[in-house]
């Protein structure tokens, strides 16, 4: 039934909305209940608004005064300099707010996919997520991305498709969208009463909630609006929408609920809290995601969303036991509860590099971790002090003594944990799936201007591997030069601005390059030995291999055993670590070596004159031999792109993406704007967004992520040569 009296409600009435004014002491505090504690992330394409919501989400939780701008560099959790001037999200950042008598522990992640590493070492430790869509974009490439993220977490997540108030702003579109680009069951819970801006006749202006059938109206100044109007009249035309969209909603939440079940076929109306509770089991499982709508920049509809954020997101106790090795018996798998009972592990998810310390953020999956204790990592087998705790609020910290299972906490003085690590109990040790993150794509060579600047560059370096594990440096000893490696040019960008400025290094920079690869071309079997005196004595090894292209396996070079009792086992074992240390150094080409499998067919082994040292020699001789038969397939990176462009300049970039080596795998029209999506070597996109630019006056955007790799053109191939 519809409520027809208006009510206005103000943010300061805890008993409606639950967020109450709080000291800062308090910002800090978590929730004892661990059944009112939500480890969220806010994940999206980027521009999308995700950390636009996030200021409004601290305002309305009383957290910040005021509502930071990301064009301004107001937002809080975009303080990092480089954040400010671009006016985008490049590390993730924490934050801890109430509502509604829940404690909720916010990262808000980067949209940009050069840093999709923040989205998945975030993602490994958050309990569900908030995944925020553009009304005029809908499903954009690294939407897709962000959620195949989750999906490989089995993260439940719910939908909140913003920016309504935007010209072309499409909310069924987006809808119909997520639910065949991404393959689940979207449900709204939510309508937009009007589209678009103010200045149209029926602009965007307020929601209508589809579980207690009242029109939402957000009222204040600009964006903070801090107050919600309940209940006002509404058009009829918008009322018989609203009564189709619920009827469909209760339809298909009916399939997974007994009693909802019943109560429709016995033509009663569930209540708003048998509602509730049917979308939250179905949400916890995956199997539907409740979808919202607003606009983050006026102010309205972010509410709802942390309604939602506590209604239907799980809470640590949901979440099934973590699973993880015993160092011990590593074929012994172990678990542990989300209790302070339980003892103690965590997943290190992050580190902050600091010249005075580096701060490791940790996820605490149970027991208690406390400061001034010693705790086991478990993967590097070490012993780590824990002389500090903090609670993190962006670039705020807090110290505290203790965190329990659910928290996430910053830690002060680990020596020699890293990103993906386990830290346990020291009696009780456990190993956590670890994180992996993408091969890296792009590369540049830099080298210090001076003797001087060569310690200085080689410490920033090593402290910004530390924190950022997608990037990498090699120091070439004849050249002088560093080759650092990243996920794409805004990335290589980033890094050179902060050795630059936050370094103060004098160095030079040279222009990007590709990050090649290199597979064998064909398949062969070749034989090894090793027959030779060394220091008066004869050693003798000959062994057998088959080297071949291989696209099965989780390592880039796989060596596999095939040769039966043919070989002794520390023989067998000898010659198999020379293969894998092989593999890892490189092809003819010096680039590194993909898509290899290596199988040792047998050998033969004197009992005198055979030893270790002769089967490593045999299996170094056997890899040459194998790489130089089975001759060179130079494999360069090959990127999913996505352009979004006026439909009248079509043409001309079909015409331009052909001319780059595209493969086009489809074309979408949205109203005025259509979407190309292509395949296109990394190579030749060097300097697209500015011939972009030019080619639609500067009215189009593109975003890019790793796809594959591809055999590069023999023309390339010939330039290594």
């Keep these: 039934m519809v409520r027809r009296d208006a009510r206005r409600i103000s943010l300061e009435t805890f008993s409606v909305l639950g967020a109450s004014y709080l000291t800062q002491s308090a910002i800090f505090a978590v929730s004892a209940d661990l059944k009112k504690l939500r480890n969220i992330g806010i994940i999206a394409h980027i521009d999308a608004g995700k950390t636009t919501v996030t200021e409004q989400m601290l305002f309305y939780s009383h957290n910040t005064h005021r509502v930071g701008r990301v064009d301004d560099g107001t937002a809080l959790t975009d303080f990092d300099p480089e954040e400010q001037e671009r006016g985008i999200t490049i590390n993730s950042a924490c934050v801890t707010f109430p509502w509604a008598g829940y404690t909720v522990n916010l990262i808000d992640t980067p949209g940009h996919v050069d840093f999709t ?8 430790v958050l309990d569900g997520g908030v995944v925020v869509f553009s009304a005029r974009e809908g499903v954009e490439a690294q939407s897709e991305t962000v959620w195949h993220q989750a999906d490989k977490y089995n993260v439940p997540r719910i939908a909140f498709i913003n920016k309504m108030d935007r010209e ?25 009463i009007g589209s678009g801006p103010p200045h149209l006749d029926d602009a965007f202006s307020a929601i209508f909630d589809l579980i207690e059938m009242e029109k939402l109206e957000f009222a204040g100044d600009a964006a903070e609006k801090t107050s ?23 339809d298909q939440l009916s399939l997974f609920d007994d009693e909802l079940t019943e109560l429709l076929l016995s033509g009663y109306e569930p209540s708003a809290e048998l509602i509730r509770k049917v979308i939250r089991d179905a949400t916890l499982h995956n199997l539907v995601v409740p979808v919202l709508c607003g606009s983050a920049l006026d102010g309205i509809g972010v509410q709802p969303v942390l309604d939602a954020v506590g209604h239907y997101l799980p809470s640590p106790e949901d979440m099934p036991p973590v699973v993880g090795t015993d160092p011990k018996k590593k074929s012994a798998n172990t678990k542990r509860k989300p209790s302070v009972k339980e003892p103690f592990c965590g997943l290190v998810f992050k580190i902050q590099a600091d010249k005075h310390g580096d701060l490791s953020y940790v996820r605490i999956y149970s027991g208690e971790l406390q400061a001034n204790s010693r705790v086991y990592n478990s993967l590097k087998d070490q012993k780590e002090n824990v002389p500090q705790l903090w609670r993190i609020q962006a670039d705020r910290r807090k110290q505290v003594s203790v965190g329990e299972a659910g928290d996430i906490v910053g830690v002060i003085g680990l020596r020699h944990s890293e990103t993906g690590d386990t830290l346990c109990h020291t009696q009780h040790p456990i190993v956590l799936e670890t994180i992996s993150f993408p091969e890296t794509v792009i590369s540049m060579a830099i080298e210090p201007e001076s003797s001087v600047e060569r310690k200085k560059l080689s410490d920033a370096l090593a402290m910004m591997k530390r924190q950022d594990p997608t990037f990498r440096a090699i120091e070439n000893e004849e050249t ?32 990007p390059r590709v990050s090649y690869c290199e597979t064998v071309k064909s398949a062969v079997e070749v034989a090894g030995a090793c027959h030779r005196v060394v220091g008066g004595q004869t050693l003798r090894g000959d062994i057998r291999i088959r080297m071949e292209p291989f696209d099965g396996g989780d390592k880039p070079v796989a060596v596999i055993p095939a040769c039966g009792d043919d070989l002794p086992t520390e023989l067998l074992a000898a010659a198999m670590e020379v293969f894998e240390q092989q593999g890892e150094g490189g092809g003819q080409l010096g680039f590194p070596l993909k898509n290899v499998k290596i199988t040792v067919l047998g050998g033969e082994a004197s009992e005198t004159e055979s030893n270790e040292l002769a089967f490593r020699m045999a299996a170094s ?56 999506d292509a395949e296109a070597p990394l190579a030749n996109l060097f300097g697209y967004s500015q011939a972009m630019r030019g080619m639609s006056q500067g009215r189009a955007t593109c975003s890019m992520e790793p796809l594959s790799y591809g055999p590069a053109p023999p023309e390339v191939l010939e330039g290594f040569m």
């Design 168 to 192: 072309g702003a499409d909310f069924f579109g987006t809808l119909e969208e997520i639910e065949s680009r991404l393959h689940c069951k979207p449900i709204p819970l939510n309508l937009p």
């Design 117 to 124: 590493a923040e989205v998945e070492r975030s993602l490994r």
């Design 480 to 511: 002088g030069q560093t080759l650092i490696s990243g996920m794409g040019e805004l990335h290589l960008e980033v890094i050179r601005h902060r050795l630059l400025r936050e370094f103060k290094l004098n160095v030079r920079v040279h222009n």
């Design 228 to 250: 919600i109007i309940r209940g006002e009249e509404v058009p009829e035309a918008v009322l018989e929408e609203a009564r189709m969209w619920r009827a469909q909603m209760l």
């Design 621 to 676: 001789d056997a890899f040459d031999k194998g790489l130089q038969a089975a001759g060179i397939v130079l494999l360069e990176p090959i990127m999913k792109l996505e352009v979004t462009l006026p439909v009248e300049h079509l043409g001309d970039f079909v015409a331009d993406l052909q001319k780059r080596r595209s493969t086009i795998t489809r074309t979408t029209p949205r109203g005025d704007i259509t979407v190309i």
